[in-house]
């Protein structure tokens, strides 16, 4: 890597110890879009690296799905700030299929796939991306509107598993866009802007263009106050999955111990997509009340909720 090419107000930026931190020395694939975000954590990772004390190596991942006529220029413009910087770039090009009538997270999907096999062959262990405060305030706010339980309601997570082997790291969650942008300049990097991120016929698009703006105009720091939010609720999320009963099969007595969100949780593990929240909510309430007549409660796909007198049961047909 070029050291010199790094401002030093870049290397001695607060972020760097932040993004250090998260990286604790792992190898890391960085996955650049081309993006003023990605950019930004690319050097920010880049100048972690280059501390006294580091041990780790960066390679970018760059992926090329292939759905825009600018794919091309975003890939060249990621390869020529690389070499700038005397980092290894690793394209891959990618068919992206429509996962559940969504282009969007058939092409979030393959990414990961891909930068999980970039990781693989670049004997790194951590894929980090650039998810930011913004992103994180549209998720929670999408989780909210989709009905979505308390561990969606939390947002992203600053690392989950991608394979036994590769976890991904979002070390800036708490990090606005605008500080981002900032480091860019400070650097004379140029980044692409992805016309998709506004697009207002999708939901995370049309949140962007109509109604976060407003948001922001009411609440300035919404954001950051997101971002804060996730790490509490996350918490808090953690700490109600530990009480929730596993399985499909239980004594009424012992389900009968717990609040009924509680009960209703363990439903919703149970039967997972196969019934509505109010379903759930009605399964969870039928165990709670003072009624010993049999029930039954018919989901999709051939799952039954029974509550007799004495036993709870989920079972699939």
Avoid at 13 to 32: E, F, P, T, W, Y
Avoid at 48 to 56: I, L, P, Y
Avoid at 194 to 210: E, I, Q
């Amino acid at each position: 890597m070029k050291i010199d090419v790094i401002p030093l107000e870049v290397r001695r930026h607060q972020l760097v110890a932040r993004v250090r931190d998260s990286i604790q020395n792992k190898n890391v694939v960085v996955g650049v879009s081309g993006g003023s975000d990605s950019m930004a954590l690319l050097l920010l990772c880049i100048a972690a690296s280059m501390q006294q004390s580091s041990t780790f190596t960066v390679v970018a991942g760059h992926i090329h799905h292939g759905l825009r006529d600018e794919s091309d220029d975003e890939q060249l413009l990621v390869e020529s700030l690389c070499s700038r910087f005397g980092v290894r770039c690793v394209t891959k090009k990618i068919t992206v299929h429509a996962k559940n009538g969504s282009i969007a997270a058939g092409a979030r999907d393959a990414r990961y796939a891909a930068l999980c096999a970039i990781a693989k062959t670049n004997n790194a262990t951590a894929i980090v991306v650039a998810h930011h405060a913004n992103d994180q305030l549209e998720t929670m706010l999408m989780a909210l509107c989709r009905g979505s339980g308390v561990n969606r309601l939390a947002g992203m997570e600053p690392s989950r598993p991608l394979t036994s082997d590769v976890v991904l790291l979002r070390p800036l969650l708490h990090v606005d866009k605008i500080s981002l942008l900032e480091i860019c300049l400070s650097a004379k990097v140029k980044w692409c802007e992805d016309p998709t991120n506004v697009d207002s016929s999708t939901p995370r698009g049309r949140l962007r263009k109509d109604v976060i703006p407003v948001l922001r105009e009411l609440w300035p720091a919404a954001d950051r106050h997101a971002s804060n939010a996730s790490s509490i609720l996350r918490a808090a999320a953690e700490a109600f999955k530990a009480t929730v009963p596993t399985g499909t099969s239980w004594s009424r007595e012992s389900l009968c111990e717990f609040p009924i969100p509680v009960i209703a949780a363990a439903m919703h593990n149970a039967v997972g997509d196969r019934a509505t929240y109010e379903t759930v909510q009605s399964i969870a309430e039928a165990i709670a009340d003072n009624n010993t007549n049999p029930r039954t409660f018919v989901c999709r796909d051939g799952c039954v909720a029974n509550v007799t007198a004495h036993r709870v049961e989920v079972v699939y047909t």
